[in-house]
């Protein structure tokens, strides 16, 4: 089983598309992430949502939102894709009493 | 072999050799420190960890040593295996900050060769 699965993994799109990338976690975490890495591999966090609700929001463009409709979901939207947006995007989660973070498998996005 | 961190991110190391790799944290206030594994194509998976009130922490082949006055940590390799090719991040967090304040390094890339 696997444990934070996200989708689609691979997603090639045009500029100016709107495009959503899901993840669901089994593991019964209370907190979610959103990371983004770049080409140089630098892994920055997005978002950070708790039980649903927002806690993180680290300078993203209003262009992405992020939308949890309950704990174990934890996805993301993206309007008005720009070539900046190429990435890959990882979801991760952690426990009430853990530091771990464990992540998906990513989503590679490309805007072409 | 052995990495210097952040200023040579490619390290390659002969399959049975050992190796290490640096990193060099910001954060004085830092109290936790993860290593994470990042293969070709994955998310990255936990490694080990270390509390600052530790210096050196041992798992499986894996070494974690902290040096907290020169804000230094370094992940020790024993016997490499191809496996073990992957990119490694170290990252630095606050305890009681849940993951607010978790960082991550710019990562260095093992290979292993045969």
């Known amino acids: 089983d696997t444990a934070v699965s996200q989708t689609p993994k691979y997603l090639v799109t045009q500029m100016g598309n709107d495009k959503s990338i899901k993840c669901e976690q089994n593991?019964?975490?209370?907190?979610m992430y959103w990371y983004k890495q770049d080409s140089k591999k630098f892994l920055k966090i997005m978002f950070s949502?708790?039980?649903?609700?927002?806690?993180i929001n680290e300078t993203v463009p209003n262009r992405f939102s992020p939308k949890s409709p309950d704990k174990a979901h934890l996805n993301l939207h993206i309007n008005s894709l720009e070539l900046g947006d190429s990435a890959v995007y990882f979801c991760a989660s952690v426990g009430v009493s853990g530091n771990t973070i464990y992540f998906g498998e990513g989503s590679w996005l490309t805007v072409v | 072999g052995e990495s210097v961190g952040l200023h040579l991110p490619t390290l390659s190391v002969q399959e049975g050799d050992n190796s290490i790799i640096n990193c060099a944290y910001s954060?004085?206030?830092?109290?936790?420190f993860i290593w994470y594994k990042q293969e070709s194509g994955k998310g990255p998976q936990f490694i080990i960890d270390i509390r600052s009130n530790m210096d050196k922490r041992q798992g499986q082949r894996v070494t974690v040593l902290l040096n907290k006055t020169v804000k230094h940590l370094s992940l020790q390799i024993a016997a490499t295996q191809p496996g073990d090719s992957a990119v490694y991040f170290c990252a630095e967090n606050i305890i009681g900050f849940g993951n607010e304040k978790l960082t991550f390094g710019t990562g260095t890339r093992l290979t292993i060769i045969p």
């Open positions: 949502y708790n039980n649903k609700e927002l806690i």
């Open positions: 954060n004085s206030a830092s109290d936790y």
């Open positions: 593991l019964g975490h209370d907190t």
